[in-house]
């Protein structure tokens, strides 16, 4: 009747409610077009097929026996291999990790499954989501579906290149520094990084515990709003001392008009180096767009947050490094064999469990705690971080929503950003939000015009705004008509329903 | 001030991140490019501004009945040991912590 890649999560949801087909036809399908399609795209780790039939097959027990559905019953989900699923391995794409299997779910994870949704695998990932193209992932590349010479983008670039390939409706990711919204980017669908503490950490793998969330990806804004609902409507989880409650319909005022609402542009943020010209011009469309919509543009300032990147280079390795302290070699993750001391087992372990970003990152943190330097960068950056927090909470007094890129730039080649450093100015748009802990959402606007590849803009906005938030990415998706595509090398082939 | 590859052992020693000599060097090139990175970190006058070490500013703590939930938070001991390299028994199997006579061996 149609191919898995047209349907929306609500048209499925709906499908399998009234029986039109069945949650194990959804399943089959979504695995069929992984089958077809992954091989070129490679964007899953593991593929659990047992577990999502098990999950359709209880879905189409449910509904048989005249059980109330979820609201996404039935929807084929990933989740970033940094999520814990029992059944399944979590490896977070690293070879410390490579035989690790969960031995619980994590709550984002729960929630979706609560939801009805169909767990269709594990997406692949920059090793501990260290990266912003998935090119430091252990196990192999994942290709941008756009153009497979291109990287997905990262560190949730598996998540963003599954929805953007059609293999399933929604996923999730991580977002750090812009793990989501930089391969929601790259891959030309919609990604939000919701408020910090608006959804649970329980259960995912630790980096930067004050910068991670966890969000969707979708190939619409209200696949992306259906999944923040099963996200949160349980409220706060009591595993996670940080999670707040934000239980709201994030469906309810989504097709509102936004008129008379004001969007913030940063003058200094379009004239950035780095960004490139159809990148910018999309993004002055966006805000164009909104314009025509009925908001009002406004420029604003945020003055500190051109330091956001030395900020959050400090910060986030710091708190890589004691949250990877755990993988000792003992408990769990890689072993070096044959050791004499537990001294040389740890240090062999780490050593050779960990890639190459990894040890990076850990030995940074490592320097920047300690004793001297602590006083020269950790404490400073925290207080810029209130510099920058500040700034935000000014500009919010002034505007709705501040639209800005999310990427500088398309999609790069594999290789083509060999220095690390040069590969952390990735994040120039999206690093800030994690240091404010602000909500932030990549919205496609089709293709550049040079590079023929998919551009995006991003919104932010203030603090559990992230209703709102949804509303303008509508606004922008529904003046663009841009309901994220799939990418046509892979668009129906595969997953027929 | 740059960081010497001697420096540069030091933290790995204290990382517990073993490096062969190539490693080092890279090592080395990296952290002093990477430090330079945050170089607009000491550019601000920064006195009297208060940290935020947290996003949520007005955190408060989650307090919970002390109850133990096994069947929710507990996880069985086979389970625990399920991804451990190696075990015996009840336990978690380690080498000495002591060390050998040819290095400083121990916990730090």
Request: hydrophobic share 40%.
């Amino acid at each position: 009747m149609a191919n898995i890649d047209q349907l929306s999560a609500a048209r499925i949801a709906a499908g399998v409610a009234t029986g039109e087909f069945s949650a194990t036809e959804v399943a089959k399908a979504s695995l069929d077009a992984i089958e077809v399609r992954d091989e070129k795209v490679q964007a899953f780790l593991q593929v659990s097929s047992d577990l999502a039939l098990a999950a359709a097959a209880e879905t189409d027990r449910r509904r048989a026996a005249g059980e109330k559905l979820g609201p996404l019953a039935g929807v084929p989900v990933a989740f970033k291999d940094n999520m814990h699923l029992v059944g399944t391995r979590t490896t977070c794409a690293s070879k410390m990790l490579e035989n690790y299997e969960s031995t619980f779910t994590a709550t984002c994870v729960q929630r979706m499954l609560d939801a009805g949704a169909t767990p269709m695998g594990k997406a692949n990932m920059d090793e501990f989501a260290f990266g912003s193209s998935t090119e430091s992932s252990a196990f192999h590349r994942t290709n941008n579906p756009w153009d497979t010479e291109r990287v997905p983008g990262g560190s949730s670039g598996g998540s963003a290149a599954a929805v953007a390939a059609g293999e399933v409706t929604i996923s999730l990711g991580s977002d750090t520094g812009g793990s989501i919204r930089q391969p929601a980017s790259l891959c030309g669908v919609v990604g939000m990084k919701p408020t910090y503490g608006a959804v649970s950490r329980y259960g995912v793998v630790a980096f930067g515990s004050s910068l991670d969330q966890v969000g969707p990806f979708g190939r619409s804004v209200e696949d992306v709003a259906l999944a923040m609902n099963a996200l949160t409507a349980a409220g706060r989880d009591p595993y996670d001392s940080t999670s707040q409650p934000c239980a709201v319909d994030f469906l309810e005022h989504l097709e509102d008009s936004v008129e008379g609402m004001r969007v913030g542009v940063v003058p200094a943020l379009m004239e950035a180096a780095g960004l490139t010209a159809e990148v910018r011009t999309a993004v002055e469309g966006a805000a164009k767009a909104l314009e025509n919509a009925g908001a009002e543009l406004v420029e604003v300032d945020l003055p500190n947050i051109k330091s956001a990147i030395a900020a959050y280079y400090v910060i986030a390795p710091c708190e890589a490094f004691s949250n990877l302290a755990r993988f000792d070699g003992v408990r769990y993750g890689y072993q070096e064999e044959g050791c004499l001391s537990l001294a040389e087992q740890t240090s062999k372990s780490r050593a050779h469990g960990f890639g190459e970003e990894a040890k990076r990152r850990q030995m940074l943190g490592a320097y920047l705690l300690s004793s001297g330097v602590y006083d020269k960068y950790y404490y400073p950056a925290q207080q810029v971080r209130t510099l920058i927090t500040q700034d935000y909470k000014r500009a919010y007094e002034q505007c709705d929503v501040i639209l800005m890129p999310a990427s500088p730039r398309t999609a790069f080649k594999f290789g083509e950003m060999s220095d690390p450093t040069q590969m952390y100015a990735s994040d120039m748009f999206t690093i800030s939000n994690n240091i404010a802990g602000n909500g932030g959402i990549s919205v496609p606007l089709g293709l550049g015009a040079e590079s023929h590849l998919p551009v995006s803009v991003q919104l932010q906005g203030p603090a559990f705004s992230d209703r709102k938030l949804l509303r303008f990415a509508r606004a922008v998706e529904k003046s663009f008509s841009a309901r994220g595509a799939v990418a046509p090398e892979f668009a129906g082939k595969g997953g027929e329903l | 001030m740059a960081l010497s590859r001697e420096d540069v052992q030091g933290i790995a020693d204290y990382a517990r991140i073993a490096l062969t000599d190539e490693e080092l060097d890279e090592m080395t090139a990296y952290m002093n490019e990477a430090v330079d990175l945050l170089e607009p970190i000491r550019q601000y006058d920064l006195d009297g501004v208060d940290p935020t070490f947290h996003p949520i500013g007005d955190l408060s703590n989650v307090m919970g009945e002390d109850i133990i939930d096994d069947s929710v938070r507990a996880l069985p001991i086979d389970v625990a040991l399920k991804n451990a390299g190696s075990t015996r028994d009840r336990y978690f199997r380690v080498p000495s912590i002591l060390g050998t006579d040819e290095d400083e061996g121990g916990i730090a």
